[in-house]
């Protein structure tokens, strides 16, 4: 009997591991990341401020003349470094391709910092 009951504890423990997402952490990371930019949002930048952010530690890209900062989320990307092959630069070709799923489109914004000027 006892045995029953830890090989049925167990087996719940071990769905819960399962069934929880292993990037809790970064997606907790996103939504305070999300809140702090809403309340900033509507900054306006120079193509000449966003060419400074071109690192991996440091990475804005441009998409439609709106401007974010993906810093965060470069260690995440699926797609590896190919996200820094625009830092810091215009992105929307490489961002509208066949290989972004549509939850990409509406994270996005979750990283939108301000306009590009005109």
Sequence with gaps: MV???VALIFGVLLGVFILIPRNRK????EKT???ANRTKASKTFSKAEV????KRTDCWII????VYDVTSYVEE???GDAILAHAGDDSTDGFFGPQHATRVFDMIGDFYIGDLEQ
Excluded: E, Q, R, W
């Design 33 to 35: 990341y999300s809140n």
């Design 3 to 5: 045995i029953a009951v």
């Design 77 to 79: 990307h699926p797609g």
């Design 26 to 29: 970064s997606v907790k990371a």
């Design 63 to 66: 998409i439609k003349d709106k």
């Design 51 to 54: 060419t400074l952010h071109h």
